[in-house]
């Protein structure tokens, strides 16, 4: 039984109490999440929203999606999870929100809940929803956390839903092959309503569920598409086209499902201007594909399942460095470790595994990553340690690469933002 809220107290007094309200991290369903909504009055009948699923690629696809949005009004966005701050994972007008603002939401939030459990990120979703409400924003952009069909954001229902790659992570909850992780996907499509998939392979479980409920379903490379061109890309909806440039940093299948779901919300392609500077803001993300120049390079990337790091071993091998490439991993115990060292295998010259068993339940011990994977390379306590470690290894020409979670970046990442 958990204790009263902290009313006045802080965010962080907030975090830790809503962490004791349901007996377990993850619930995934949403009969407990949508009777609170109800009671909460949210989400109100005010602005257009787009629900961003997929196993990589959704917080690109939010960032894309919001810088395009916000020449069209004001721009809410909540994802998960954050990197620092709990504060990032709100955001309005592309700002975290204030510490007011976010208690003042929880409070709202509180006194709707009456003695009903919720977990953590069901809290958050709807402290997100109340906060987006209260701003009045045009467009609210929401990420899923874990699935789809199950997740607390899909009380929401999308004007437009993105369903961006989909690949194997979760499986405990969503099911261990393609087809049963595409249903889940596909839990956040509507009738008569848009859904895009920019996956070039979609599941046939996805595309069924689309055509049994009346979607309007649009796979990448038939319905729209993004390819080279004379002068670099071209983007095309129908009838819509647009020429770009092309922007390093940014993954042209999850421009192309931006700029998809942009069209369908708004019904006009944004100039190439803003798509450039919305590609600009999206390859500055911390974390993501993260370059921070000096002496020698550190890139920081958070990915942590095997298509996510295969993605990020082919691009380190077409880019390679003029010495040798360092990889500082960390990881959860519960992901693939195994195959995303054969991909890292590829371009890595030595690793360093760092610890995560002190920052999470899930965390792996180096000693135990490194054993899984056995492949050689020095054990450290802490992602930090570990960065510091290869940061001392190297030299003029080499590389660093800090991988494999988000506390792996979080916490080799300093210092930390203001």
Same mark, same amino acid.
């Given at each position: ?5 902290? $009313? ?8 830790? !109490?809503?962490?004791t309200l349901h007996a377990s991290e993850m619930e995934l369903g949403l009969d407990r999440v949508a009777e609170v909504a109800r009671r909460l009055g949210v989400p109100s009948g005010h602005g257009q929203r787009v629900i961003v699923a997929g196993t990589n690629g959704k917080g690109? =696809?939010?960032? @894309?999606? /919001?810088?395009? #949005? ?10 998960? &999870?954050? #990197? ?18 976010? #208690? ?9 809940? %009456? ?14 929803? !109340? #906060? ?17 069909? $199950? ?10 839903? @993105? ?10 909850? @969503?099911?261990?092959?393609? /087809? ?13 309503? &848009? ?36 002068d670099g890309w071209r983007f095309f909806r129908g009838s819509h086209t647009r020429r770009l440039h092309p922007t390093s940093g940014v993954l042209a299948d999850n421009l192309a499902g931006a700029l998809a779901a942009v069209d369908a919300l708004t019904g006009a392609l ?6 450039? *500077?919305? =590609? ?5 993300? &911390? ?10 390079? +550190? +890139? ?34 519960? *992901? ?42 020095? =054990? ?23 991988? %494999? ?9 300093? &210092?930390?933002?203001?």
């Amino acid at each position: 039984m958990s204790t009263a809220a902290p $009313l006045e107290g802080s965010v962080d007094d907030w975090l830790a !109490w809503q962490l004791t309200l349901h007996a377990s991290e993850m619930e995934l369903g949403l009969d407990r999440v949508a009777e609170v909504a109800r009671r909460l009055g949210v989400p109100s009948g005010h602005g257009q929203r787009v629900i961003v699923a997929g196993t990589n690629g959704k917080g690109s =696809c939010v960032a @894309l999606i /919001e810088n395009l #949005l916000a020449e069209h009004g004001r721009v809410g966005t909540y994802t998960s &999870p954050h #990197l620092w701050r709990y504060n990032e994972r709100f955001r309005l007008d592309g700002e975290p929100v204030s510490d007011a603002r976010l #208690l003042s939401a929880f409070r709202a939030v509180e006194a709707a809940r %009456g003695d009903t459990g919720l977990t953590f990120f069901e809290y958050g979703t709807l402290a997100a929803l !109340w #906060l987006f409400d209260d701003q009045a924003v045009d467009f609210a952009v929401l990420e899923v956390g874990l699935g789809g069909r $199950l997740d607390a954001v899909n009380i929401v229902d999308a004007d437009v839903a @993105l369903i961006t790659n989909i690949g194997l992570d979760h499986i405990d909850w @969503l099911g261990d092959d393609r /087809e049963s992780i595409g249903h889940e996907k596909a839990g956040v499509m509507r009738t008569e309503r &848009p859904a895009l998939c920019c996956d070039r392979q979609p599941p046939a479980s996805l595309i069924t569920h689309a055509e049994s409920i009346g979607a309007r379903l649009e796979c990448i490379g038939d319905a729209f598409d993004i390819e080279a061109d004379v002068d670099g890309w071209r983007f095309f909806r129908g009838s819509h086209t647009r020429r770009l440039h092309p922007t390093s940093g940014v993954l042209a299948d999850n421009l192309a499902g931006a700029l998809a779901a942009v069209d369908a919300l708004t019904g006009a392609l944004p100039e190439a201007q803003s798509v450039e *500077k919305a =590609c600009c803001a999206q390859a500055r993300l &911390p974390g993501r594909r993260e370059r921070v120049d000096g002496t020698v390079a +550190i +890139i920081y990337d958070v990915a942590h399942n095997a298509e996510a790091v295969a993605v990020l071993a082919d691009e380190l091998a077409e880019q390679p460095a003029a010495g040798c490439t360092h990889i500082v991993l960390g990881m959860l115990a519960d *992901k693939p470790v195994e195959t995303v060292v054969s991909h890292l295998e590829k371009v890595a010259d030595r690793f360093y595994f760092a610890g995560l068993d002190t920052l999470g339940s899930r965390g792996l011990a180096a000693n135990d990553l490194a054993a899984r994977v056995g492949v050689e390379g020095g =054990c450290f306590d802490s992602p930090a340690a570990a960065l510091a470690a290869a940061c001392h290894a190297s030299q003029v020409g080499d590389r660093i690469v800090v991988c %494999g979670s988000f506390l792996t970046v979080a916490h080799a990442r300093r &210092p930390m933002p203001s």
